[in-house]
Nanobody, 117 residues
């Protein structure tokens, strides 16, 4: 049973930084493509970034490109999202996900809240 647990969210002022982490348990992360999603109040879920199994390929939403960096440490079964130059519009619940492909995320965490003021 694959479990994903996010951490690292919090409240920060505009222009600040946060680093989110997502720990994978019940399996090894090396089997999965992984990604970060977010959902703001009253809005739909938005894909933020994804990373291939070996970390060699990444993809970002246009709204975060150049500010956010996704990375993974398969030895630690952990996914990261470094968020810099945060804006109020980045405020949302952030979720990590894992699956066999970037279009097939099957496992989801419960989310970590990011608030930018």
């Amino acid at each position: 049973h694959v479990q994903l647990v996010e951490s690292g969210g919090g409240s920060v002022q505009a222009g600040g930084s946060l680093r989110l982490s997502c720990k994978v348990s019940g399996s090894t992360s090396i089997h999965y493509c992984m990604g970060w999603f977010r959902q703001a109040p009253g809005k739909g879920r938005e894909a933020v970034a994804s990373i291939s199994i070996d970390g060699g390929s990444t993809d970002y939403a246009g709204s975060v490109g150049g500010r956010f960096t996704i990375s993974r440490d398969n030895a630690k079964n952990t996914l990261y999202l470094q968020m810099d130059s945060l804006k109020p519009e980045d405020t949302a619940m952030y979720y990590c996900a894992a699956g066999p492909g970037s279009r097939d995320f099957r496992y989801w965490g419960r989310g970590t809240q990011v608030t930018v003021s």
